[in-house]
Structure formats: C-alpha cells, structure tokens
C-alpha cells in the first residue's frame, strides 16, 4: 500500500520568515495530494491540495508543489504569522477507487515572534 | 452550513467496556471516512463507507472494531471490550464523492481513554 513520509517533525521559524515541510510517497498511482492544519484540539482542516496533473498551485502565502519524477510534494508557507502555528498532515490518495487517505506523521509548526 | 460533528467529544471508559462513537457527516455527502489519530501520530485509516456499497474494512485494527452507517448518513464507530490501546482520537471524515477528486472534511474527533 501507499506510504507517506514527511519532514521534518518540528519546525520552528520567526515571524516573517518562510516554512517548508516535504513530503514523499512510494505509489507512483496515487494523483492527489492534499494538506490539512491541525489546530489543538479540532480536527484537521483542508488547507490546500494539488493534483498529479499540475507541478505548483498558490493560494495567497500558500503554494504546494509536486514533482511526480521523485514523488514528492512539499508546503510552502510564505510571510508566515503567529496564527500559522499548528501540526500540518501531508496526504496522498488514489482517487476513483478507495479514496482513503495515507497521511504523513505530521509537522509542528511554531511561528515565533 | 454544518460541517462535519461527532459525538460524544469526549469518552472516558474502563477497560473490556464497549464504546460507540457517533458521526453526522455533511448533508448531501455519500462518502464517510473514520480515522484514528493515536497521541502524536498522523491519522491512520479506519474503514470507508460510500453510497450503498460494501464499505472498505481494510484499515480496522480487529474484530473488536466495527461501524455502521444507517440510511447513508449517519455512522457509528464501535469498539468491543475496549484496551488501553485504544485510546486516541477518532476522526470522521466526508466527501461529496463526485468527479474525480473528493475533498474529505472532517468533524473535530472523540477522544477516547480507556482507563
């Protein structure tokens, strides 16, 4: 089955400063690859996703980027505030089947002042 | 409009009790999806329901667990004679389930301690 991995596990910057959190996956036919914000205590929320039919996608400070070639995506998080402050879940799914996700381990994000 | 909400938000149980765990998905979304999140984990699929076929069991940890889900709404997640284990956050996930990629959104989860 699919497998996720992602990195690092913790990741603290200044406020302002950039964020980029990477992840791979080893099935070549997974084709959507979306990210959620996990604030304490509420579940995850769907921040931005890409599918495998496109290489970049921004959403204001927001980008994900994916290179199928190595199966790989990563989350680019520009400007960033205290509010960014959270655990973010890579995920990947092979959609038109079981679209079940395969999250990565997730990434803690503190955004200091 | 409502998303996602699960019940109860929080359950305390005693080991070798059973639990059931409620989850109203989106109106209008066939597709429903449980999760679990164990303390400092990503979340770990569960079994996936969709439309009136047979639901995806692949991700259940064993036969103590089961769900339902009754006239394509609403979800019950039950786990028999609980272990310490068990406990985490249960998440419920639904998605439109239309076209070719599904948006899952989740409910904010039952955390569960089995004492």
């Known amino acids: 089955g699919e497998n996720v991995e992602q990195h690092p596990s913790t990741l603290s910057v200044q406020e302002g400063d950039s964020a980029v959190i990477k992840c791979t996956y080893s099935?070549?036919?997974?084709?959507?690859f979306p990210w959620y914000k996990q604030e304490l205590g509420k579940g995850p929320q769907l921040i931005i996703d890409?599918?495998?039919?496109?290489g970049e996608k921004k959403d204001q400070r927001i980008a994900v980027t994916l290179n199928k070639t190595a199966k790989h995506f990563s989350l680019h998080i520009t400007e960033t505030q205290p509010e960014d402050s959270a655990v973010y879940f890579c995920a990947a799914s092979i959609t038109g089947t079981a679209s079940k996700l395969t999250f990565g381990t997730g990434t803690r994000l503190q955004v200091t002042l | 409009g409502a998303g996602v909400s699960q019940s109860p938000s929080n359950k305390v149980t005693e080991k070798g009790k059973d639990v059931e765990l409620r989850c109203d998905p989106i109106?209008?979304?066939?597709?429903l999806y449980w999760y679990r999140q164990s303390l400092g984990q990503g979340l770990e699929f569960l079994i996936y329901?969709?439309?009136?076929?047979?639901?995806?069991k692949s991700g259940l940890p064993s036969d103590r667990f089961s769900a339902e889900r009754t006239g394509g709404s609403v979800s019950t997640l039950t786990i028999q004679r609980t272990q310490q284990e068990d406990s985490a956050v249960y998440l419920c996930?639904?998605?439109?389930?239309?076209?070719?990629?599904?948006?899952?959104?989740f409910g904010p989860g039952t955390r569960l301690l089995v004492l």
């Open positions: 099935d070549s036919a997974s084709n959507y």
């Open positions: 109106s209008g979304h066939t597709a």
């Open positions: 329901f969709q439309g009136n076929s047979a639901p995806d």
């Open positions: 890409i599918r495998s039919n496109v």
């Open positions: 996930a639904s998605s439109l389930a239309r076209g070719r990629y599904e948006t899952q959104y």
